[in-house]
């Protein structure tokens, strides 16, 4: 029991739905219909993928983990050397057979896809690769966790995926990227202090912050090219860029500070969400 504590505790519970609504809202629009890929492929995304995400970054961050103040709360624990084998083990054993089935039933396009979701999950944090730990290619590998799933769940039906699709995974992208970059400034100083190097370590606080701003903005502009109703995500969406925005001027000093912008982004995510629900509700029918 405590080893299901540790595991679901490094999987960021608060997160869950960020990986699974992409996929089961993209394989809805894409025809797939209510039925069992359904409920497998979200479960999937919804818990296994979040364990091996967060799992194998929890354990090849420990030396950065243990200086991070907002770390051991929703935004990450702290994980025990004792624990590091056993949340290996459990990211391997919770992941494999989903994607044995996801795999199994798929196209040869989402099986493409999903392998390269699979990828980038592993190549994120393991040693040797550590793609977190290269400037840039850290945000743009956390934006891929997000939009391939949702990329997978489209795809994984074989119908037919127009323009429209990909223009607003392209916006969903640059939601990824730039959210990465914001939740790496705020931890400019553990990551200098651990030694692990950052697109905010790199580029500094206030210039990756400025980045954010205007990245959340196109985000929201490629939308509102969308049919309507996507206009109205667009304009939820422009909440991003301004609660980024009041941190306009902060320094490498100051970084700590946009913390603040996070804690906000994670309730955004939830009300933003529920707009994004409504409107393909309304979409749909």
Not at 190 to 219: F, Q
Not at 258 to 285: K, Q
């Amino acid at each position: 029991m405590n080893l299901v504590k540790v595991v679901l505790a490094s999987s960021r519970p608060i997160s869950w739905v960020n990986t699974a609504f992409p996929f089961a809202a993209a394989y809805l629009l894409a025809g797939g219909g209510f039925g069992w890929l359904l409920v497998v492929g979200t479960i999937f995304f919804l818990i296994p993928y979040n364990i091996a995400i967060y799992g194998i970054n929890d354990v090849f961050d420990y030396e950065s983990d243990i200086r991070n103040p907002r770390k051991g709360g929703v935004e990450g624990s702290v994980l025990h050397p004792k624990w590091h084998k056993p949340v290996l083990w459990a990211s391997a054993v919770t992941t494999i057979p989903f994607l044995a089935v996801l795999l199994w039933a798929g196209t040869a396009e989402s099986s493409l896809w999903l392998l390269l979701a699979m990828f980038t999950v592993v190549a994120y944090s393991l040693k040797g690769l550590r793609f977190k730990e290269k400037p840039v290619l850290d945000s743009l590998t956390s934006s891929a966790h997000f939009t391939l799933p949702a990329v997978v769940g489209a795809t994984i039906t074989g119908g037919q995926v127009d323009w429209r699709f990909w223009l607003a995974i392209a916006a969903f992208f640059l939601w990824g990227l730039a959210s990465h970059a914001l939740g790496a400034v705020q931890d400019i100083g553990p990551d200098r202090e651990g030694g692990l190097t950052s697109v905010a370590t790199e580029l500094g606080a206030r210039a990756t912050t400025r980045a954010c701003v205007i990245i959340y903005l196109i985000a929201a502009a490629l939308l509102f090219l969308l049919p309507s109703p996507a206009w109205i995500i667009a304009v939820a969406g422009i909440g991003y860029a301004l609660n980024a925005a009041r941190f306009w001027n902060v320094t490498d000093a100051t970084a700590s500070a946009t913390r603040r912008a996070w804690g906000v982004f994670l309730w955004l995510n939830y009300l933003v969400g529920a707009i994004v629900t409504v409107v393909l509700i309304w979409a749909i029918s």
